[in-house]
C-alpha cells in the first residue's frame, strides 16, 4: 500500500511539473509599443472653451478665441471706404497667438453713445431714423425696410466678405445689422420690426458674402433662426444662466421645431453667452453651476462669451468647475488605440487602425488634415503624410478609422517612431492637442512604432 502511494505521489508531481513546463513555455501576451495614457488637463484648443472681448486677455485660461461688435458707422465712415487696419486692432498675430475672431456688425447698439449708429452718410441720403428707447438708453434705429438701407448693406457685406470670408483668422460670423445689438430683436420696440421679406434680405447678404465662413444667428426671431439652420448655420444663445432663460431657449426654438438643437449642433456651431454680465457669469459657473453644465451637454456648446469669457475663480471650487466647463465645451479628442503590423517594406502600404474618443459635447466643425509621421532615432522626420479621415466627423462617442499609410520606397529600412497630428492650415504645423500623453515639443504624439526591413 505505501508503494502505490508512494507512486502516486510522484506521478502527480509529475503531472503538476508538466503543468507547470507548459504554462511557462507558452509565448507571451504580446503588448503594444506604446501605451497610450488619458491625461485630465484643461487644454488650450482652437474654436471651443472661453472668448474674451477683442484685446481682452483671459489670466486663468489660455485661450483661443476672441469677439467684437462693430458698429456699422465706424466700419465704413465713408460710403465705399474701410480702415481694415482700424477693424483688425489688437487681433494680435493671430498666426503666433492661435486667437481667431469672431464679429458682429450692428446698426443699433443701444448704449454705444452715438444718437445713430449706421454711417452719417447713409442717413445724409435719406434713410428714415426712428426713435427707440431700452434698458435705459434712447436713440435712432434705422428703417430696415427701406431699399437705402438694404442696397447700402448688401455693399457693405459684400465688402467685408472679399477680406474675410474664407480667412483663416476668422472663426465665425454672427449674423447681425438687425435688431437691437444685431441681435435680431426689437424688445418692447414692436413698431420698429421690419417685415419679414426685408429680413429675408438681410440673410441672403451674409450667405452670399459668407458662404465659406461658418455663421450664427442670436435665437430671438423664429423666422431668421429657422433660415440660417435651414442654410447650414449655427445657433447664438445670448442669455444663458438661470432655469428660465435656459427654458427659454429652448421653448423658443421648440416652438420652430422640437429636433432643430440635435439637427443644427451636429454640422454647426452653438455658442452664446451669460445673462446679466460678469456677474452673470460669475454666478452662472459657480452657485449655478450644474444647472448650465446640464444645459451646456444637452444643447451641445463649442464655446461662451464675451460675457462669461474672462472669470475670475472665486475659489477652489469655483476654479474646479471652471475646469470641467472648459473641458467640457466643443470637442475633446483622446486617442484610445493604434493598430497596425509591428513591421512593413519600405515602398508598400501599412493599413492602420485608429481608435478616437470625443469626451466633449460637439464636434470639429473645420476640415482640418489628420497627418501621420514616421519619425527616426534621431528625431528627423523620415515621412509626413495627410491622412484620409474627415475629423468633422467626430461627434461625441468613440470612433474607430481604418487608414492607409503609403511609405515611399526610398525610406531606409530602420526603426521609427509613429506619431499622429492635426494640423493647422493657418501654420501648417500641429494645432489640436489631443487628451493624451507622448506629445513632442512639435505637437506631435506617438502612438505605436514601426520596423522597415
Not at 71 to 88: H, K, L, M, N, Y
Not at 360 to 376: I, K
Request: hydrophobic share 45%; aromatic share 12%.
Amino acid at each position: 500500500m505505501k508503494k502505490l502511494c508512494m507512486y502516486g505521489l510522484i506521478a502527480a508531481i509529475l503531472l503538476f511539473g508538466a503543468a507547470c513546463s507548459d504554462g511557462s513555455t507558452a509565448p507571451p501576451e504580446e503588448k503594444p509599443a506604446v501605451i497610450l495614457e488619458e491625461i485630465d488637463e484643461v487644454l488650450p484648443n482652437p474654436f471651443k472653451g472661453f472668448v474674451p472681448w477683442v484685446g481682452s486677455v483671459n489670466t486663468i485660461y489660455q485661450t483661443k478665441l476672441q469677439y467684437k461688435t462693430y458698429e456699422w458707422r465706424d466700419v465704413e465712415p465713408q460710403e465705399g471706404i474701410f480702415d481694415w487696419s482700424a477693424f483688425e486692432q489688437n487681433w494680435g498675430n493671430i498666426a503666433l497667438t492661435g486667437r481667431r475672431v469672431g464679429f458682429r456688425i450692428s446698426a443699433v447698439t443701444p448704449g454705444s453713445g452715438n444718437a445713430y449708429d449706421i454711417p452719417d452718410w447713409l442717413a445724409a441720403k435719406g434713410v428714415a431714423l426712428r426713435g427707440y428707447s431700452i434698458d435705459g438708453h434712447q436713440g435712432l434705429a434705422p428703417d430696415w425696410d427701406d431699399p437705402l438701407f438694404l442696397e447700402a448693406h448688401r455693399n457693405l457685406l459684400l465688402a467685408l466678405g472679399a477680406r474675410y470670408d474664407g480667412d483663416p483668422r476668422i472663426a465665425w460670423i454672427d449674423i447681425g445689422s438687425y435688431g437691437f445689438w444685431g441681435e435680431w430683436h426689437v424688445y418692447l420696440n414692436d413698431t420698429l420690426a421690419a417685415s419679414q421679406a426685408s429680413k429675408q434680405i438681410i440673410l441672403e447678404h451674409y450667405f452670399e458674402a459668407f458662404p465659406n465662413t461658418p455663421k450664427v444667428i442670436a435665437f430671438d426671431d423664429d423666422f431668421a433662426t429657422a433660415y440660417v439652420a435651414a442654410h447650414g448655420g449655427g445657433i447664438r444663445n445670448d442669455c444663458l444662466g438661470t432655469a428660465a432663460s435656459n427654458n427659454w431657449y429652448l421653448e423658443s426654438l421648440n416652438r420652430i421645431d422640437p429636433g432643430l438643437n440635435d439637427q443644427v449642433w451636429k454640422n454647426a456651431i452653438i455658442t452664446g453667452e451669460f445673462c446679466g454680465g460678469s456677474s452673470g457669469a460669475a454666478a452662472g459657473t459657480s452657485e449655478r453651476f450644474d444647472l448650465n453644465l446640464d444645459f451646456v451637454k444637452q444643447t451641445h456648446w463649442s464655446f461662451i462669451g464675451p460675457a462669461g469669457g474672462v472669470v475670475t475663480p472665486q475659489d477652489e471650487q469655483h476654479r474646479a468647475n471652471l475646469d470641467l466647463l472648459h473641458k467640457t465645451l466643443g470637442y475633446r479628442f483622446v486617442i484610445r488605440a493604434v493598430d497596425h503590423a509591428a513591421a512593413a517594406a519600405p515602398g508598400g502600404s501599412l493599413a492602420m487602425s485608429l481608435t478616437v474618443e470625443n469626451k466633449g459635447v460637439a464636434p470639429f466643425y473645420f476640415a482640418w488634415p489628420l497627418v501621420a509621421y514616421l519619425v527616426a532615432a534621431d528625431g528627423s522626420t523620415a515621412m509626413m503624410q495627410e491622412l484620409a479621415a474627415d475629423i468633422r466627423t467626430w461627434l461625441p462617442g468613440v470612433h474607430t478609422l481604418s487608414l492607409m499609410l503609403n511609405l515611399p520606397a526610398d525610406l531606409p529600412a530602420s526603426e521609427y517612431d509613429v506619431k499622429l497630428a492635426i494640423h493647422d492650415p493657418l501654420t501648417g504645423a500641429p494645432g489640436v492637442m489631443f487628451a493624451n500623453t507622448g506629445r513632442d515639443e512639435a505637437g506631435r504624439y506617438l502612438v505605436s512604432k514601426l520596423s522597415l526591413e
